[in-house]
């Protein structure tokens, strides 16, 4: 979730913040304009001017517990918001699932945004045309720590004010109905509700829990995979195992959520060369998979029990791994190899590995076999995470 830099005037706005001030509700000032891009502190500012009450969290908290089921952060996108009430990323849309609320949150929502466009002449068309931006955008709102809601308090709503903030307005509702401003940090996040309009970025990669839902021989939850050596001839086929995972920090601000690593390995499958020529007919592939890591899973072992290489031979002797926290940016690569070996001699195997440009880089290079068997079902140190892997 690292993709709403919002610049401007967040800066100005802070610094002329107190802890807490009458909320300023002319609605002449807050006129929306259809044709603008979706501002996320537009957002955060009409969701506190709905009337929120306990149904409209109990939604936002199932789809949060939903998205969170599915391996991904705590988080309710608008497509799903507008389309399939109460839906969490992962799952599969059900345009029926608003029936489950008495009084879905689209529907405050698309209330308040009729009430904020003019009654001038072409104002419904206005209304329209951005409940459709929205509904259509990357919008969403982050709940951390949902888990810890007591089921009765309403939430403090603020955004993402991008730059590695650690603190932001936020609207707090008060007892008697009206809404005030207040700083927000993810302290508070801890103790009370607190909603962050961000926007998304990991819905288009499948979590590991979600792949392992389309392959039920890999077991669910993690631990439950059967992976057994297999033969070629007289040579043993090894697989290496991914046991598991520790995140030792945060990487980003915690308005953007928790962090989303990937995990990608360059090396060359199942190789048999009887030939030097033969072992120029290879060619490398590259595991790639999601490790979604929430903000409170952060110094926790995480089971994963994923396959890296499922057939290393002993001609493989070497392949590459690369770890990043994905932040975006234009498309590039890393240019590396994978090593395999055959009378006694090294042949390189030239790889490239896909990752963005602001992409943190938090391990990245090459692993051989004996480095592997020497710290086989270990927790080894790769930067800012710890990996367990096993030869088997």
């Given amino acids: 979730m690292k993709y709403g830099k919002i610049m401007g005037s967040c800066c100005a706005l802070l610094a002329g913040l107190v802890a807490c001030e009458p909320l ?3 609605r002449e000032k807050h006129v929306i304009a259809a044709n603008s891009v979706i501002r996320l ?13 306990t149904a409209q969290m109990a939604e936002v908290m199932d789809a949060a517990s939903a998205s969170a089921g599915n391996g991904y952060d705590e988080e309710y ?10 839906t969490g990323v992962g799952d599969e849309a059900d345009t029926k699932a608003g029936e489950r ?3 879905p949150l689209r ?6 945004i009729q009430n904020r466009f003019p009654t001038k002449a072409g104002g419904e068309e206005e209304a329209s045309a951005y409940l459709d931006s929205l509904s259509a955008s990357d919008v969403q709102i982050y709940w951390p720590y949902s888990d810890l809601w007591d089921g009765k308090a309403l939430p403090i709503i603020t955004f993402d004010p991008g730059d590695a903030a650690l603190q932001n307005e936020g609207y707090a509702f008060k007892a008697d109905g009206s809404v ?26 499948k979590t590991m829990e979600l792949l392992r839902r389309e392959d039920p021989s890999w077991g669910q939850g993690g631990g439950g995979i059967i992976v057994r050596p297999s033969t070629k001839g007289e040579e043993a086929t090894q697989t290496l195992i991914l046991r598991s995972f520790k995140a030792k920090r945060q990487l ?16 060359v499958e199942n190789l048999h060369a009887a030939t030097e020529a033969e072992l120029r007919l290879y060619e490398p592939s590259i595991t790639d998979f999601m490790v979604v890591v929430r903000r409170k899973e952060v110094g926790e072992v995480l089971a994963l029990n994923t396959v890296l290489v499922s057939d290393w031979t002993p001609q493989l002797d070497q392949c590459a791994l690369l770890i990043i926290e994905d932040d975006g940016g234009t498309r590039t690569t890393w240019k590396c190899s994978a090593q395999g070996k055959y009378n006694s001699k090294q042949y390189g195997f030239d790889l490239e590995i896909p990752l963005n440009s602001r992409d943190d880089i938090v391990w990245r290079g090459s692993l051989s076999h004996s480095y592997i068997e020497k710290f086989n079902a270990q927790a080894a140190s790769f930067g800012d995470v710890d990996l367990v892997l096993e030869l088997i």
């Fill in 101 to 103: 609320y008495e009084t």
């Fill in 180 to 205: 005030e401003k207040v700083l927000v940090d993810e302290q508070m996040a801890q103790e009370r509700p607190v909603w962050v309009v961000n926007r998304n970025a990991d819905a288009q990669h």
């Fill in 252 to 267: 980003d601000s915690w308005f953007c959520g928790g962090s989303e690593y990937f995990v990608k390995m360059g090396a």
């Fill in 24 to 26: 300023d509700d002319d």
């Fill in 41 to 53: 502190e537009e957002v955060a500012e009409l969701l506190s001017s709905v009337p929120l009450g």
């Fill in 77 to 86: 996108r608008m497509s799903d918001l507008f389309s399939a009430p109460g």
């Fill in 107 to 112: 529907d405050l929502l698309s209330q308040a």
